[in-house]
């Protein structure tokens, strides 16, 4: 078996599709080895080469290898590429897992050994144990308490703190928890003692990993086995591991050094499961004799969709932006970047599923296409549209594929036929058939039907076809339990087939992976960046939660081979208000002269009606990001800033913050403090001019603002 895989490995491992930094990376020796690069800049191609160079070249085993990443999607996305590489899917070789569901197998393994047999059982559905909790602690339990609540827990279990610890955490950290921080507290340590019941212990997911972590922490047996077996750890998309699955992972390696990591600090968005990309940032600190590589030229895009890449994350700010790099294309050319602006959220749709008609009229596969949005809810209104023009499309993160009642079913058919002992040894390709066949008994058709419905079972059962296709391919020896043993693994992961149609998802669902035709839609301020980033009036409430719905569009937009789309809507349903605007971030990426780069008209845009996207007040040039369109002027040009003033409204600041309680930047942020102190306001009209202060602002801080500065400039 194994001499098997080595060959095959050998054989499609092939060192010249690598530039000469990614071959470094590959060509390391064992041991601590980061690559922190861009997106599309082959980093997921590079770990994948790695593990199949250290397999060829004896140094680790294919079973003795455990990859892992943070969703089942990138998690299936890295089984293909491996199995591509002859290194994946089977018993025996790499596995490849979301943390969880390594730490699921394993503790299913460790339990016995660690706790005997009090029985457990996995929790997926939090809310009737949260709800119990909340009520105790005299909450509400409606379900957007409910959610927060939710939340909250897994952000602090995720960033191992304890119950007892909460309080004075999120004190410290002055953390904008959603309700008062001992409420809170007792929610959670009510949680997790309403889990263990007289029947036995319900494990939440983040369960898992703790118990994972304590299991190789505490028993020495547990770490020699598990130790004995896996040798060689890579993580992929590093930049959004949680101080817990860093423990888990730091368990695994013991006092072993044997670890690739690969990520990119600008596509951290799972902060709010308490994920930091300071590990990946910190990893040769940790680690000072390991190989870093950086990597820049971008292999996924065009330099029209690299170029709006660049300049989306060229706008943002803090310590992760420090560390990106100027991405550079290095494909050719291909049409820019289209942003259109639509009436409202059906009309945005109906277009959208005008524009993917189009495209699969050019022969751009459906398979290839993605509409992206910000959050699940928007998937509705594309569901309807695409159903309405007759394309077939997936919504991934939604119900999942191997979830289908016609996917059960024919798992379950295909099950069945393996228990009968008439069955023809079919191996690899030749599976095909004998799939064929065993689907037909349950209605798969050679032609494609009519109808919605029936046009959705087919493609869902030739999706197992086409899976058992591009296995038996791979792998000519598969054979039929084999074939069902990848489909259960597959179902564990819910990494779904490549089913014929549209890709609808969540940027978080994303992340990782790669479409010819990408579009991004529903990108109005409120949606993306979210609502509850920004205050009442539009001002930012949270710089660092603004940022990340900065890199989560930067995630979506490097998501396009090829084709990108980005889209928006005035009004949510159709002859609604427009009341919405475009995404503060598009402010300076929307060509001038096309239609779309008008700003709504929108009764109550205090800056009127006619304005075009603000220019900078010292050199009239546009002003291209929201630090500058802030500050009324281009970050470079000279700031004409009275220190004296600017040090007044600090220390009013400060003193405010205190008596209301509130972090300092719920009152002003420093950008908007610096505005003020250099465009000096004389009344409310001027003071209301600067971005950042609404109406209620102005009636909140207005007096006290406009006097500091009337003082100044008296005297
Ligand atoms: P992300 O940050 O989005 O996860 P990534 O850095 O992991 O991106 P990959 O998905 O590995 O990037 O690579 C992006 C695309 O470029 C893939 O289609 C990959 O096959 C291709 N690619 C990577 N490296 C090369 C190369 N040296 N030559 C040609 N194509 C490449
Ligand atoms: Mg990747």
């Not at 990848?486 to 490549?498: D, I």
């Not at 002003?623 to 000279?638: F, I, S, V």
């Amino acid at each position: 078996m194994m001499v098997r895989v080595t060959v095959a490995a050998t054989q499609k491992l092939r060192l010249d599709e690598l530039d000469a930094e990614q071959a470094a990376a590959v060509r390391a020796p064992r041991g601590p080895v980061c690559v922190l690069a861009g997106a599309g800049t082959g980093k997921t191609r590079t770990i994948t080469h790695r593990i199949g160079h250290l397999v060829s070249a004896g140094h680790v085993r294919a079973d003795q290898v455990l990859a892992v990443t943070f969703t089942a999607r990138a998690a299936g996305e890295l089984r293909s590429r491996l199995r591509a590489l002859g290194l994946g899917g089977e018993a025996g070789q790499v596995q490849a897992r979301t943390f969880h569901a390594a730490a699921l197998r394993q503790l299913k393994y460790f339990w016995p050994q660690v706790v005997g047999d009090v029985p457990w059982k996995l929790l997926d559905r939090k809310f009737p144990i949260v709800a119990q909790a909340a009520g105790r602690a005299g909450l509400a339990t409606d379900t957007d308490t409910l959610r927060d609540l939710t939340g909250e827990i897994e952000w602090a279990k995720g960033s191992l703190i304890a119950p007892e610890d909460y309080a004075a955490v999120v004190a410290r950290l002055q953390r904008d928890a959603p309700f008062e921080a001992s409420k809170v507290a007792a929610v959670y340590s009510g949680y997790e003692s309403l889990k263990t019941t007289a029947e036995g212990l319900w494990l939440d997911f983040d369960d898992l990993l703790l118990h994972t972590a304590a299991a190789l922490e505490d028993y020495t047996s547990v770490a020699e086995e598990f130790r004995g077996r896996y040798r060689s750890f890579v993580v992929d998309e590093y930049q959004d591991v949680t101080p817990l699955q860093q423990r888990v992972l730091d368990a695994w390696l013991g006092e072993r050094d044997d670890l690739t990591v690969v990520g990119d600090a600008n596509q951290t968005i799972y902060s709010f499961t308490g994920a930091s990309p300071a590990f990946l940032l910190d990893f040769s600190r940790r680690f000072p004799e390991a190989t870093v590589i950086r990597l820049e030229r971008d292999y996924r895009s065009t330099p029209q969709v690299v170029s709006l890449a660049n300049r989306v994350i060229g706008a943002a700010r803090g310590r992760i932006a420090g560390t990106r790099l100027q991405l550079i294309g290095q494909r050719p050319d291909g049409p820019e970047p289209a942003f259109a602006e639509y009436d409202d959220e059906p009309a945005e749709a109906a277009a959208v599923a005008a524009a993917v008609t189009k495209l699969l009229a050019k022969g751009v596969p459906a398979a290839e296409i993605a509409v992206l949005y910000r959050i699940n809810a928007q998937s509705e209104a594309y569901e309807q549209a695409l159903t309405e023009a007759g394309i077939p499309y997936q919504v991934r993160g939604g119900e999942g594929f191997f979830n289908r009642t016609d996917v059960r079913q024919a798992v379950q058919a295909l099950r069945q036929a393996a228990a009968r002992d008439d069955l023809p040894d079919a191996r690899g390709i030749e599976l095909v058939n004998l799939v064929r066949a065993v689907l037909a008994r349950i209605g798969l058709t050679v032609e494609e039907p009519v109808g919605v419905q029936a046009r959705e079972r087919w493609s869902a059962l030739m999706a197992l076809v086409n899976l058992t296709e591009e296995l038996g391919t791979h792998e000519p020896t598969l054979d039929f339990g084999g074939l069902l043993r990848e489909l259960a693994a597959r179902a564990e992961a819910r990494h779904p087939p490549t089913v014929q149609g549209v890709t609808l998802a969540s940027l978080h669902a994303a992340k990782g992976l790669e479409w010819d035709a990408v579009f991004l839609v529903g990108l109005a301020d409120g949606t993306l960046p979210i609502q509850h980033v920004l205050g009442h009036d539009g001002a930012v409430s949270d710089e660092a939660a603004l940022e990340e719905e900065r890199r989560l569009l930067y995630v979506g937009v490097t998501r396009a081979r090829e084709h990108l789309q980005l889209s928006w809507a005035l009004a949510r349903s159709e002859g609604g208000r427009k009341v919405r605007r475009r995404s503060r971030f598009l402010i300076g990426l929307v060509p001038d002269d096309s239609p779309a780069s008008r700003i709504a008209p929108n009764t109550t845009d205090r800056r009127g009606p006619k304005r075009v996207h603000p220019t900078c007040r010292v050199c009239g040039r546009p002003l291209l990001n929201t630090q500058a369109t802030m500050l009324g002027r281009c970050t470079r040009c000279p700031a004409d800033v009275d220190t004296e003033l600017l040090a007044a409204l600090q220390e009013w600041r400060r003193d405010k913050a205190e008596s209301l309680k509130l972090p300092h930047f719920v009152v002003f942020s420093d950008t908007t403090l610096t505005a003020i102190a250099e465009q000096r306001p004389a009344d409310d009209r001027a003071l209301v001019a600067i971005p950042g202060i609404g109406a209620k602002k102005l009636q909140t801080y207005g007096a006290d603002v406009l006097a500091i500065v009337r003082s100044r400039l008296n005297g």
